[in-house]
Nanobody, 124 residues
Framework: VRLQACGGGLVQAGGSLRLSCTPS????????VAWFRQAPGKEREFVAS????????YYADSVKGRFTISRDNGKNTVYLQMNSLKPEDTAVYYC??????????????????WGQGTQVTVSS
C-alpha cells in the first residue's frame, strides 16, 4: 500500500491549509490513519488520528482546536484541515496507516504504511 499525501504549501500565520492522504490499491476504510510531522532538527511528532469509523479522533494538545482530521471513505481519502496556522506548525507532514486497532495513536512504530510527506511552511 502506498500512501499519497498532498496539500502542503507556504502560508502566512493565521492562514489555512488542507492536507489529503489517499492510499493506492486499498480502501482507506480498512485503516486507522494518523498524521505526524517532523520539523528540522526535531523528532517526529504525532498530530492527529482517526478511527476506521471516524467516530474516534485524537489530537495533540498543540493543535487541538485548530486542526481537524476527517475521512471520506467514499473518496478514499483522509483529510487534515489546518486553521489558524502558526510558524511553529512548519514541518514535513506525513500520513500513516495501520491495520491494527486499540493502540496508542502516538506510537509511530505501530503504523504499517507511511506517505512520502508534504511540506508545510508557515511564515510569520
Amino acid at each position: 500500500v502506498r500512501l499519497q499525501a498532498c496539500g502542503g504549501g507556504l502560508v502566512q500565520a493565521g492562514g489555512s491549509l488542507r492536507l489529503s492522504c489517499t492510499p493506492s490499491g486499498r480502501a482507506v476504510s480498512s485503516y486507522f490513519v494518523a498524521w505526524f510531522r517532523q520539523a528540522p532538527g526535531k523528532e517526529r511528532e504525532f498530530v492527529a488520528s482517526i478511527s476506521r469509523s471516524a467516530i474516534d479522533t485524537y489530537y495533540a494538545d498543540s493543535v487541538k482546536g485548530r486542526f481537524t482530521i476527517s475521512r471520506d471513505n467514499g473518496k478514499n481519502t483522509v483529510y487534515l484541515q489546518m486553521n489558524s496556522l502558526k510558524p511553529e506548525d512548519t514541518a514535513v507532514y506525513y500520513c500513516a496507516a495501520s491495520g491494527e486497532a486499540g493502540f496508542r495513536p502516538q506510537d509511530f512504530i505501530r503504523y504499517d504504511y507511511w506517505g512520502q510527506g508534504t511540506q508545510v511552511t508557515v511564515s510569520s
